[in-house]
């Protein structure tokens, strides 16, 4: 009987012990289960982002009316980062498929050079964002062709248009910084639809478009496929060749439609520095997503996401009166974090 009763007592101190401890182990659980969101970290580092804003810049969260539209920081971030949304958006899909494009910024200046020279000569508004777009369109198929048909590495064959490009933007404005002068031309980059920008509409409509056609059609999964092993794909009837073309078509457009936001909003197309380095933020706001440069695995929203923080960081480090320099620092460092980051994961 005293066996039996110290077994016992033992049994229940166990249990007992056992319960006490149960939430110490289950928080450690809970917080790997929260870090293995693949949008937890891109969410966090914006929301440092706000909250430092929060304490370190005044009225930073204040927002009024006017004109019946809304103004402060915070639409301002979003009408800012609307460009480098739908590069982001273009840069996931190429990314995804083991690609990478840096002509990125090239395209946004030939697009808006082209939009503002046929603008400021008269021609409908139409006609100028369809030639425009369609430049880019070109910019997009002679990438493809080079990857997809040539096989040329990507990088080297983008190469090509990022110094190609920015002269062919040059030789449209003849060097010269094209100025627009007409209200129909400003809408895009500088208007305001509901109270809200309208290149955030863009952007968005865009974004949720492509995130749609990856989830409810096979095209998400051809994606992947082709990402994580192009032969493989092929031999399984996938054609990897295509649907790598038309990546860097899309994500030419996506560039040539943020140079037309970024145009209308300054009003003008400088060849020289119009989409200068977006290419990088393009891919910095796509890992920081979540996108893996490996290929195949892929989040838009993450890169819509990663796109906000650059902003963010963009406007904190300028509103503290720290000199714009430092925000290339700021940003190289972001990419070393990203880069140590994605090699943990390894």
């Known amino acids: 009987m005293t066996h039996n009763a110290a077994n016992l007592a033992g049994a229940q101190a166990s249990t007992a012990l056992d319960a006490a401890a149960g939430p110490v182990h289950a928080a450690p659980g809970a917080m790997a289960r929260l870090l293995a969101y693949p949008l937890a970290r891109p969410l966090g580092a914006l929301i440092v982002l706000l909250l430092i804003n929060l304490f370190a810049v005044p009225g930073f969260f204040h927002l009024e009316v006017k004109d019946g539209h809304l103004y402060g920081a915070m639409v301002d971030i979003l009408n800012r980062a609307a460009p480098l949304m739908l590069a982001a958006t273009g840069m996931t899909i190429v990314i995804a498929m083991r690609g990478i494009d840096i002509s990125v910024g090239a395209v946004v200046a030939l697009a808006a050079a082209v939009a503002c020279t046929m603008a400021a000569a008269g021609q409908a508004l139409w006609l100028a964002f369809a030639a425009a777009l369609g430049a880019a369109l070109l910019c997009g198929a002679w990438n493809g062709l080079l990857v997809a048909a040539l096989g040329l590495q990507p990088i080297v064959a983008t190469l090509v248009l990022m110094v190609a490009g920015r002269g062919l933007a040059q030789l449209v404005t003849d060097g010269q910084i094209v100025t627009v002068y007409r209200d129909d031309f400003f809408t895009l980059g500088s208007g305001y639809l509901l109270g809200l ?74 060849a020289n520095n119009a989409g200068l380095l977006l290419e990088l933020d393009a891919i910095l706001a796509v890992t920081l997503g979540g996108t893996s440069l490996a290929g195949g695995k892929f989040n838009l929203v993450g890169s819509v996401i990663g796109a906000l923080i650059i902003q963010t960081l963009t406007y904190t480090v300028y509103s503290l009166g720290v000199p714009p320099e430092v925000n290339l620092v700021v940003k190289s460092l972001v990419v070393f974090a990203v880069c140590l980051s994605q090699r943990s994961k390894a």
């Open 197 to 270: 920008p309208v290149a955030l509409y863009v952007a968005l409509a865009v974004v949720a478009a492509v995130s749609l056609a990856m989830r409810k059609t096979a095209l998400g999964l051809f994606t992947q496929a082709v990402g994580v092993n192009p032969v493989a794909a092929r031999l399984a009837g996938i054609r990897a060749g295509a649907l790598v073309f038309a990546s860097y078509a899309f994500c030419a457009v996506c560039a040539g439609l943020a140079g037309l936001i970024i145009s209308s909003n300054i009003k003008s197309a400088d």
